[in-house]
């Protein structure tokens, strides 16, 4: 008698959960094993998530094209398939439209689906509420009442929407007031006319500050620090080791370490960001040998900086924010919202300092809620209530995970076949939601989920 199939069942149809299924189906293939991927997620795309459903040209990656490719062990494949759609249009380099990626990473799915082997990709375009250990696999219930049984899961949520645990009550459900900016059609129910208030100044500020200002309007970007990410470098810059740094000493050491670091590396290479992009092979691991207090005093003191020096907008976005600047289009300052109280024709904002402005709309753009525990959303709620998951020790990185993914329940004796990639492991490996990261994961977790085989099938489609 043959064996059943074994079903993964992966939960988000973004970026993370189309890498970890296109990985699934290429270990499959590699050992010819009978597998079937569900992949399940409400939205009629697949690939795109939040991140790359813009179809905003100006909304270009982070990263340049050339460290993008869905596959860690051949890193020029996006670069290929760019070259392969429009002849010269991009190179390596470049920082190119989101909206590409996003039609890129539906394109890895497909054909390696289509290959030979691979197993069977099974798209469900409906919405997780609930999972539930059963008889040593997953039983996953959707919207429309059905459940799927899988032998596994995979939690790829992707980001969740913006925090709001600094709004203030007046301004909830006012239509003054834009929850998500990434909502489809959000910007465009901005009022027509007036000043526009940006809560956050990280990188959804950016983007959202070069779609809504205009002559005879200003948008407003306030943030705690008033940080603005930085730029990245107009060319590559040299790829160099990682310092060897011991985070056995404490936060105080590893801090004093890495800063003696980027300075050297600023004074013998002339720029800063070498030293930074350095460490991206060891942030994980110092990250891991931190104490939880530690952690927890680094998320709530020193993220700011890390994340404006870490995480970078692309040239052409940094030279159109300071032409913004210097017109008086965009304002960024430092502030925090005190009070705001919708009106017929604005709200009125005062800030903890004292000062107060008079704005047509106020937008969130804080960055998506990383505390599980206050994140609105049924699934997540249900796996908190019923301990499959636990929220990270810190409080501020999603769930409670192993190193490989594994989600460490309430009862950390038992362990459900349930993983989890991308920001749902911020907690776990700090650095968890740009796409080298998350590949890495993806392919680390089907081998986790699937076993290894000596050698992975070279033949790479697409």
């Avoid at 596959?71 to 002849?87: I, K, M, S, T």
């Avoid at 689906?113 to 696999?137: D, F, I, M, Q, T």
């Avoid at 890495?258 to 004074?267: D, F, G, T």
């Amino acid at each position: 008698m043959s064996q059943p199939p074994r079903r993964i069942a992966v939960i988000g149809a973004g970026a993370a959960g189309t890498l970890v299924s296109m990985q699934l189906l290429r270990r499959a293939a590699a050992l010819q094993a009978d597998l079937e991927v569900q992949l399940i997620d409400p939205a009629a795309t697949t690939g795109r998530g939040a991140a790359y459903a813009t179809d905003a040209p100006h909304h270009l990656l982070n990263v340049p094209a050339g460290r993008m490719s869905a596959y860690h062990d051949a890193p020029d494949h996006f670069v290929g398939w760019l070259a392969r759609r429009a002849p010269g249009a991009h190179g390596g380099g470049d920082h190119v439209p989101r909206a590409l990626y996003g039609e890129y990473l539906a394109d890895v799915l497909s054909t390696t689906a289509a290959r030979p082997g691979a197993g069977r990709l099974r798209r469900v375009h409906e919405r997780v509420v609930s999972v539930r250990e059963h008889g040593g696999g997953m039983t996953v219930a959707v919207g429309s009442g059905k459940a799927l049984r899988a032998d596994a899961a995979v939690l790829a949520l992707g980001n969740f929407l913006p925090g709001e645990a600094w709004v203030p009550s007046a301004l909830h459900g006012s239509p003054r007031y834009l929850p998500d900016p990434w909502a489809p059609g959000a910007l465009a129910r901005l009022p027509r006319h007036g000043d526009v208030l940006l809560v956050g100044t990280g990188l959804t500020m950016v983007d959202v500050a070069l779609t809504v200002s205009r002559a005879g309007r200003t948008a407003l970007a306030i943030s705690r620090r008033g940080l603005l990410p930085q730029p990245h470098a107009e060319s590559a810059l040299p790829p160099i080791p990682a310092p060897t740094i011991d985070p056995s000493a404490g936060l105080h050491h590893v801090r004093r370490a890495l800063l003696r670091h980027v300075s050297a590396c600023r004074r013998t290479y002339g720029n800063w960001r070498v030293g930074i992009d350095s460490l991206r092979p060891v942030t994980a691991e110092l990250w891991q040998q931190l104490t939880v207090a530690d952690r927890t005093h680094f998320l709530r003191h020193d993220q700011c900086l890390w994340n404006a020096h870490r995480h970078r907008i692309p040239p052409a976005s940094a030279r159109a924010l300071r032409e913004g600047i210097s017109a008086g289009r965009i304002q960024v300052a430092a502030g925090e919202v005190a009070d705001a109280v919708p009106g017929e024709d604005g709200v009125s904002v005062r800030l903890r300092d004292g000062r107060t402005l008079r704005v047509a709309a106020v937008v969130n753009c804080t960055g998506p809620e990383a505390d599980v525990r206050r994140v609105k959303d049924p699934l997540v709620t249900d796996l908190l209530a019923t301990g499959l998951a636990a929220p990270d020790p810190t409080g501020l990185g999603g769930f409670h995970t192993t190193s490989s993914g594994r989600l460490r329940g309430s009862d950390e004796s038992m362990q459900a076949p349930l993983w989890a990639l991308g920001p749902l492991l911020r907690g776990t490996h700090l650095e968890s939601t740009a796409i080298p990261e998350i590949r890495t994961q993806a392919h680390a977790l089907a081998t986790s989920i699937l076993g290894s085989a000596r050698s992975l099938d070279p033949a790479i489609g697409g």
